[in-house]
């Protein structure tokens, strides 16, 4: 579930994002994404996690904490963008640091694949 309307007056008081802030600051942010594009700001990606209150803030596992949970959930969600957005060239160093480098879907860059706008048609445009 997602939290309906703006989040961008209030978004630094959730407690998922408090909890980001203090486990993956701006600093890290800058360090682990080095090539990301300039659409993907760190502030932007808490206005993103304050739309979703579970994201890093809750625990499936009997006794674990969710800074621990939290901390899964980011290293899960960074792998993805890391396969999904990622730049991909070994001269340009780890591939962990290539991640959201592309805005759209790597297959769609450059292309005029109809498949490839997803406002189009589908749910999306719905």
Known sequence: MTVDG?????????????RIVSIFDEARWNQGFP????????????????????????????????????????ASIFAHWGQET????????????QALYWVQEIR???TNDQSCNYADGGWSRT
């Open 6 to 18: 703006d989040v961008s007056q209030d978004y630094m008081t959730r407690a998922n994002v408090q």
């Open 108 to 110: 769609c860059n450059g």
């Open 86 to 97: 990622g730049k991909r060239d070994p001269s340009d160093g780890e591939f962990w640091t």
């Open 35 to 74: 090539l990301r594009d300039p659409i993907y700001t760190y502030d932007n990606f808490l206005k993103a996690a304050a739309k979703f209150p579970y994201f890093c803030n809750e625990s499936g596992v009997q006794g674990q904490s969710l800074d621990v949970a939290c901390r899964r959930e980011l």
